[in-house]
């Protein structure tokens, strides 16, 4: 497994902005998830005609060849067949009246 433990400085697989890590730290939390060990899991399949589709999902660990990036409290985890598409990628939320 890889991790990195990054602070913003543009060398890791995934960047995560406070606002992102404080909202799925908080779904984690509300999934009664131990946000020690679980992580958000970013990765891109195969999506017929469309070509790739992108998707996220909680996991409750990481897999052994999984690249792991922590960022303010949240745990990052990507496949590597995915961290091709993914890396350098900045991870944000936005709330706002059309939703979050």
């Known amino acids: 497994m890889s991790t990195e433990s990054a602070t913003g400085s543009g060398d890791a697989a995934v960047t995560v902005t406070p606002a992102a890590a404080d909202e799925a730290i908080s779904l984690l939390e509300g999934e009664s998830m131990d946000t020690d060990v679980a992580g958000l899991?970013?990765?891109v399949q195969q999506?017929?005609?469309?070509?790739?589709s992108y998707g996220m999902r909680f996991d409750n660990e990481p897999e052994d060849d999984d690249t792991v990036v922590e960022q303010h409290g949240l745990r990052v985890f990507v496949d590597p067949a995915s961290i091709n598409y993914i890396g350098g990628s900045t991870l944000a939320y936005e709330g706002g009246l059309q939703g979050a």
């Open 41 to 43: 899991r970013l990765f």
């Open 47 to 52: 999506g017929g005609c469309a070509g790739l």
